[in-house]
């Protein structure tokens, strides 16, 4: 789907010469580090040719909302409004928009732009464009503005970083598949994980975690859970249908798996020791790391002896995120959700830093932004 050079000047020409200054968008925004949300107006572009415009109806809590809030990366422009787990309905096309038409069910995921000419691009990986995606929040957006995310009303986004969500599935629980479920699908995919019978580890059961499992079971997989958490025994044996639970803590337990896992994904963004890990997959068998560790550690033997990969994923592009939400409603694989007005987000986030939420808060926007 690649796009030429100047097509894509045109493109920017035409949405950059349409900057609204109506201040019709109601959000909940940060203004500085301390990360407290707070109402807010502000103005979104006026829809440009290509653009969709979209009333948000829910908009999902990720972790994300805490690291920029607080400008843990250093980087944070405020106000700042978060958010990019966004799902709601189309209000408004532009003239030459294909895909969509108004009253449309739509999802946006994590980011709301790209360059649309690099290999990536034209790969259906924009996440990963050569010039950088744009953030759907923080970012820059193709007016020049900073991108407000998902906290708000509504939202305006070029066609083609906009999802189609089947019409049986309902809008609050899609929200969390625009990042939690695709940043487990991505490299499940990548890695040829949906093979029945194979064996899957999946370290951490959080907002991620949780549809690790989902996915696994779907695709045929035998799942166990490590956590450190053994309450969290009967939800993955229960309610997620995981095939085993393992305290990840407990070495007897750990050495009596050793070599029987084919992947192992990890969810986790605390810092654990991988050598335990990589000694329990079998030869040739993956690691993959979608949570953000401060650092990783393993033994170089851990790798070469068995030749083990450790691969690194982040969301996923457009092509495959429309792939799995249809995948979603065609199996019936729903999150498990906690909805909650915007009024509780700031509280929202400090549940979810204490991972005090099974398993993703989801905010319900239409209802409570007004």
Same mark, same amino acid.
């Given at each position: 789907? +690649?796009?030429?050079?100047?097509?894509?000047?045109?493109?920017?020409?035409?949405?950059? @010469?349409?900057?609204?200054?109506?201040?019709?968008?109601?959000?909940?925004?940060?203004?500085?580090?301390?990360?407290?949300?707070?109402?807010?107006?502000?103005?979104?572009?006026?829809?440009?040719?290509?653009?969709?415009?979209?009333?948000?109806?829910?908009?999902?809590?990720?972790?994300?909302?805490?690291?920029?809030?607080?400008?843990?990366?250093?980087?944070?422009?405020?106000?700042?409004?978060?958010?990019?787990?966004?799902?709601?309905?189309?209000?408004?096309?532009?003239?030459?928009?294909?895909?969509?038409?108004?009253?449309?069910?739509?999802?946006?995921?994590?980011?709301?732009?790209?360059?649309?000419?690099?290999?990536?691009?034209?790969?259906?990986?924009?996440?990963?464009?050569?010039?950088?995606?744009?953030?759907?929040?923080?970012?820059?957006? $193709?007016?020049?503005?900073?991108?407000?995310?998902?906290?708000?009303?509504?939202?305006?986004?070029?066609?083609?970083?906009?999802?189609?969500?089947?019409?049986?599935?309902?809008?609050?629980?899609?929200?969390?598949?625009?990042?939690?479920?695709?940043?487990?699908?991505? /490299?499940?995919?990548?890695?040829?994980?949906?093979?029945?019978?194979?064996?899957?580890?999946?370290?951490?059961?959080?907002?991620?975690?949780?549809?690790?499992?989902?996915?696994?079971?779907?695709?045929?997989?035998?799942?166990?859970?490590?956590?450190?958490?053994?309450?969290?025994?009967?939800?993955?044996?229960?309610?997620?249908?995981?095939?085993?639970?393992? $305290?990840? @803590?407990?070495?007897?337990?750990?050495?009596?798996?050793?070599?029987?896992?084919?992947?192992?994904?990890?969810?986790?963004?605390?810092?654990?020791?991988?050598?335990?890990?990589?000694?329990?997959?079998?030869?040739?068998?993956?690691?993959?790391?979608?949570?953000? /560790?401060?650092?990783?550690?393993? @033994?170089? +033997?851990?790798?070469?002896?068995?030749?083990?990969?450790?691969?690194?994923?982040?969301?996923?592009?457009?092509?495959?995120?429309?792939?799995?939400?249809?995948?979603?409603?065609?199996?019936?694989?729903?999150?498990?959700?906690?909805?909650?007005?915007?009024?509780?987000?700031?509280?929202?986030?400090?549940?979810?830093?204490?991972?005090?939420?099974?398993?993703?808060?989801?905010?319900?926007?239409?209802?409570?932004?007004?």
């Amino acid at each position: 789907m +690649g796009m030429g050079a100047s097509n894509c000047e045109n493109d920017l020409v035409v949405e950059m @010469s349409s900057v609204s200054a109506t201040g019709d968008c109601l959000g909940w925004a940060a203004r500085d580090p301390s990360g407290v949300l707070s109402p807010y107006e502000f103005s979104r572009r006026v829809v440009g040719t290509d653009d969709v415009s979209i009333n948000i109806a829910f908009c999902g809590v990720c972790y994300a909302d805490v690291v920029w809030t607080r400008n843990i990366m250093g980087t944070s422009k405020y106000p700042l409004v978060p958010g990019h787990e966004i799902v709601g309905i189309v209000r408004e096309v532009g003239s030459n928009v294909q895909r969509f038409k108004v009253g449309d069910h739509v999802g946006v995921g994590t980011y709301v732009g790209s360059c649309r000419q690099c290999e990536y691009c034209d790969d259906g990986l924009e996440v990963h464009c050569s010039k950088g995606a744009v953030l759907t929040f923080d970012g820059i957006d $193709v007016d020049g503005t900073i991108t407000k995310g998902g906290y708000s009303s509504y939202i305006v986004v070029h066609e083609r970083y906009c999802f189609r969500i089947p019409k049986d599935y309902p809008l609050a629980l899609a929200a969390p598949l625009l990042c939690a479920g695709i940043t487990v699908y991505t /490299p499940m995919m990548r890695h040829n994980m949906k093979q029945p019978g194979k064996s899957l580890g999946v370290i951490g059961l959080g907002g991620l975690g949780h549809l690790a499992v989902k996915f696994g079971k779907a695709f045929g997989l035998k799942v166990t859970v490590f956590s450190t958490s053994t309450s969290k025994r009967d939800d993955a044996l229960n309610l997620l249908g995981a095939d085993n639970f393992v $305290v990840s @803590s407990d070495e007897q337990q750990m050495m009596t798996l050793a070599k029987s896992f084919d992947f192992i994904i990890n969810t986790a963004s605390a810092d654990i020791p991988f050598d335990p890990y990589l000694s329990l997959l079998k030869t040739a068998g993956i690691l993959v790391l979608v949570g953000f /560790p401060s650092e990783v550690k393993f @033994s170089p +033997g851990s790798l070469i002896m068995g030749m083990k990969t450790i691969s690194g994923s982040v969301t996923g592009g457009t092509k495959q995120t429309q792939e799995m939400l249809e995948f979603c409603a065609s199996h019936k694989i729903y999150p498990e959700i906690e909805i909650i007005p915007i009024q509780y987000s700031n509280e929202a986030l400090e549940r979810m830093i204490k991972k005090d939420v099974k398993y993703r808060f989801v905010i319900d926007i239409a209802n409570s932004l007004k």
